[in-house]
């Protein structure tokens, strides 16, 4: 069936530090792909996607490609500031109007100051 | 401005007893889920309402029951809570299944 794996955390960096973490997923077809984002205490928040091969989303200077050749999809950000700590998840949904979203099991992201 | 709103936030429940996790959201949206997120495991769909009075089982639906009782409202119950039953519970909804999916700030459940 259709799943996701990310890198496993905790993940630990310096403010300003570059930030990758590691998504690929199995699934047939053309899956939408996207990165969720849960800020201590709160729920889950949409931080970016992408629905075709190639696409690039990109939201508060976080950014992933959609890769199908490798079936990837890497969240990236330059240079990271103590706010980005949170738990991020990777995901997918088998078609653009599939109801189910597919979740990675997340990555613990801590920056220190 | 709230969203999507769940409660209880924390429960403690014995084995055998059954609770009910309520959720409501205000943005008119059609379309209602309740995720659970294990350790490890990331986030599981147990129910998803399309649309008011429907609903369908997501991928484990093994000893829950739902009623999506009007468009704002989608109630998770637990009938006889297990240990295995022990996680944290999210309800979220989205405008159709194309739309982005808002999430609520989760349910801390713990059966002893």
């Known amino acids: 069936g259709d799943s996701v794996t990310q890198m496993e955390g905790p993940v630990t960096l310096s403010e300003e530090a570059f930030l990758t973490i590691n998504c690929t997923y199995t699934a047939t077809g053309y899956p939408s792909l996207f990165w969720y984002v849960q800020y201590p205490g709160e729920g889950l928040q949409l931080l970016l996607k992408?629905?075709?091969?190639?696409d690039k989303g990109s939201n508060k200077g976080f950014e992933a490609t959609y890769r199908k050749e490798t079936t990837s999809f890497h969240l990236e950000k330059g240079s990271v500031q103590v706010s980005d700590s949170a738990v991020y998840f990777c995901?997918?949904?088998?078609?653009?109007?599939?109801?189910?979203?597919?979740f990675g099991a997340g990555t613990t992201v801590t920056v220190r100051a | 401005n709230a969203g999507v709103t769940q409660t209880p936030k924390f429960q403690v429940l014995k084995t055998g007893q059954s609770m009910t996790l309520q959720c409501a959201q205000d943005m008119n949206h059609n379309s209602m889920y309740w995720y659970r997120q294990d350790p490890g495991m990331g986030l599981r769909l147990i129910y998803y309402?399309?649309?008011?009075?429907?609903?369908d089982k997501g991928e484990v639906p093994n000893g829950y029951n739902v009623s999506r009782l009007n468009k704002r409202e989608f109630s998770l119950r637990l009938e006889s809570a297990a240990p295995s039953q022990t996680s944290v519970y999210f309800c979220?909804?989205?405008?159709?299944?194309?739309?982005?999916?808002?999430f609520g700030e989760g349910s801390w459940l713990t059966v002893v």
């Open positions: 979220a909804s989205s405008t159709d299944r194309e739309a982005t999916i808002y």
């Open positions: 992408a629905t075709k091969a190639d």
């Open positions: 309402s399309a649309s008011e009075g429907t609903t």
């Open positions: 995901a997918l949904k088998k078609a653009a109007n599939d109801y189910k979203l597919s």
